[in-house]
């Protein structure tokens, strides 16, 4: 096992841990080392060509860093939302597409076969999740996006088992992956509600799956998004993680609970995308002067310093609160998850914008790795659950009488 990872096994706490303990700092540094040496110099050149970025995928790999929430018994180091987010920050602070490589096993299809599959499921990809492997998510479509319930993706009877027919959008590294997590509607489901989804693991190695294109993006260009169409793909009762029941919509409830994960995932990499944009602006303003004055010392750039700051701060907790609330092995909650990922989302956005704006004309030019992290965490105000579709949950929540953890909160009417 590679040193500093190894007994590295955090879990769920009683407050929100401000810092690290040793476990986790170890961790923090491998993850850190990993990005800064072999991951940041390459990720201009994936963002450019748009070029799948397979160095660092190999560099993960040899540091066996996808094995951070696998369970011990699948080979991997068994740990939890909190260790997952510190990996990922580290890595988005030079790279959101080499995070995202993490991103699709740590809070993705293996963490969802660990905690909703069968054991057959778990036995046969799990390990290889612990290896490296990629795992993809097929949930969008060409006419479905936020609105799921529109999916056209479905299953047909044959025999003990099922013909897949589906075609599935912006799959993040579906054409690199070696399975697929297809939420698609079981037979007798009601077309245009939730009634009958569920979701099956397809092995894309199998007759019938194929990669229909993929997408030109403004960021997150060293994770391709691939187009993946199922004609007729066999689906054995084994396959099924979650069973569509046809009179209501019980397995659309329990996938979109667990995206929890992914939302956390998600807020993670904005912070670390934008503590990265701040951290290199500020190293710019100690190099530079306005005349015969240092950049660092005008007034008004150190209110800009301090206001992303704060900010960074304020999202950085919100975010360790629903971690924390997870705990060993269990899932974030969905108030305080969407609470994070807004405030993430917006939080990077305002810090990258500032960060560009603080290297003046160097900041719009692509050399620099500002304005990358800017195009990046644009692309992560969608992914999981758009900014919108969390205040739309998170403002019925509050009017339904629901509260985020703490005692601030009185009760009102329902």
């Not at 986790?24 to 850190?32: F, I, M, S």
């Not at 310093?305 to 997870?326: H, I, K, P, Y």
């Given at each position: 096992m590679t040193s500093g990872i190894h007994g590295a096994r955090g879990g769920g706490a009683d407050a929100i841990p401000l810092a690290d303990d040793e476990d986790r700092a170890a961790l923090r540094k491998l993850a850190r080392d990993v990005a800064e040496r072999d991951i940041a110099p390459h990720a201009p050149r994936w963002d450019e060509t748009e070029e799948f970025a397979e160095e660092s995928l190999a560099a993960l790999r040899k540091a066996e860093l996808f094995t951070v929430t696998v369970g011990e018994e699948y080979g991997g180091m068994g740990m939890g939302d909190l260790e997952a987010a510190i990996v990922l920050e580290e890595l988005a602070r030079v790279d959101v597409s080499s995070a995202i490589l993490c991103q699709l096993v740590f809070n993705g299809p293996p963490r969802a076969i660990e905690h909703l599959g069968n054991e057959d499921l778990r036995q046969r990809w799990l390990p290889q999740a612990a290896a490296g492997e990629l795992f993809c998510i097929g949930i969008t479509e060409p006419d479905a996006g936020s609105a799921a319930t529109a999916m056209r993706a479905h299953l047909v009877p044959d025999g003990d088992g099922w013909r897949l027919e589906a075609y599935k959008n912006y799959v993040t590294g579906g054409h690199k992956a070696v399975a697929c997590l297809v939420w698609c509607r079981f037979p007798g489901g009601e077309t245009g509600t939730g009634k009958g989804i569920g979701a099956v693991v397809v092995d894309l190695s199998k007759p019938g799956v194929s990669v229909a294109g993929t997408h030109r993006k403004m960021g997150l260009r060293g994770c391709t998004e691939a187009e993946l169409a199922f004609d007729g793909v066999r689906i054995d009762p084994a396959d099924v993680l979650v069973a569509g029941d046809p009179a209501d919509n019980s397995g659309l409830k329990t996938l979109l609970a667990h995206i929890n994960h992914e939302r956390c995932g998600n807020a993670a990499m904005c912070l670390g995308a934008a503590q990265g944009a701040l951290e290199y602006a500020m190293a710019y303003m100690h190099e530079?002067?306005?005349?015969?004055?240092?950049?660092?010392?005008?007034?008004?750039?150190?209110?800009?310093?301090?206001?992303?700051?704060?900010?960074?701060e304020g999202a950085r907790l919100l975010l360790q609160r629903a971690l924390v609330l997870a705990g060993r092995g269990g899932t974030p909650p969905p108030l305080e998850s969407a609470m994070a990922k807004i405030a993430c989302n917006l939080t990077a956005k305002q810090v990258c914008d500032e960060a560009l704006q603080l290297l003046g004309g160097y900041g719009y030019s692509r050399?620099?790795?500002?304005e990358r992290a800017y195009r990046d965490v644009r692309g992560l105000c969608i992914g999981a659950g758009t900014v919108e579709i969390q205040r739309n949950f998170v403002g019925t929540a509050l009017l339904a009488g629901r509260t985020p953890a703490g005692p601030a909160w009185k009760k009102v009417p329902s």
């Amino acid at each position: 096992m590679t040193s500093g990872i190894h007994g590295a096994r955090g879990g769920g706490a009683d407050a929100i841990p401000l810092a690290d303990d040793e476990d986790r700092a170890a961790l923090r540094k491998l993850a850190r080392d990993v990005a800064e040496r072999d991951i940041a110099p390459h990720a201009p050149r994936w963002d450019e060509t748009e070029e799948f970025a397979e160095e660092s995928l190999a560099a993960l790999r040899k540091a066996e860093l996808f094995t951070v929430t696998v369970g011990e018994e699948y080979g991997g180091m068994g740990m939890g939302d909190l260790e997952a987010a510190i990996v990922l920050e580290e890595l988005a602070r030079v790279d959101v597409s080499s995070a995202i490589l993490c991103q699709l096993v740590f809070n993705g299809p293996p963490r969802a076969i660990e905690h909703l599959g069968n054991e057959d499921l778990r036995q046969r990809w799990l390990p290889q999740a612990a290896a490296g492997e990629l795992f993809c998510i097929g949930i969008t479509e060409p006419d479905a996006g936020s609105a799921a319930t529109a999916m056209r993706a479905h299953l047909v009877p044959d025999g003990d088992g099922w013909r897949l027919e589906a075609y599935k959008n912006y799959v993040t590294g579906g054409h690199k992956a070696v399975a697929c997590l297809v939420w698609c509607r079981f037979p007798g489901g009601e077309t245009g509600t939730g009634k009958g989804i569920g979701a099956v693991v397809v092995d894309l190695s199998k007759p019938g799956v194929s990669v229909a294109g993929t997408h030109r993006k403004m960021g997150l260009r060293g994770c391709t998004e691939a187009e993946l169409a199922f004609d007729g793909v066999r689906i054995d009762p084994a396959d099924v993680l979650v069973a569509g029941d046809p009179a209501d919509n019980s397995g659309l409830k329990t996938l979109l609970a667990h995206i929890n994960h992914e939302r956390c995932g998600n807020a993670a990499m904005c912070l670390g995308a934008a503590q990265g944009a701040l951290e290199y602006a500020m190293a710019y303003m100690h190099e530079r002067s306005s005349g015969r004055t240092p950049l660092k010392d005008l007034q008004g750039l150190q209110w800009k310093v301090a206001d992303m700051g704060v900010a960074l701060e304020g999202a950085r907790l919100l975010l360790q609160r629903a971690l924390v609330l997870a705990g060993r092995g269990g899932t974030p909650p969905p108030l305080e998850s969407a609470m994070a990922k807004i405030a993430c989302n917006l939080t990077a956005k305002q810090v990258c914008d500032e960060a560009l704006q603080l290297l003046g004309g160097y900041g719009y030019s692509r050399e620099y790795p500002v304005e990358r992290a800017y195009r990046d965490v644009r692309g992560l105000c969608i992914g999981a659950g758009t900014v919108e579709i969390q205040r739309n949950f998170v403002g019925t929540a509050l009017l339904a009488g629901r509260t985020p953890a703490g005692p601030a909160w009185k009760k009102v009417p329902s």
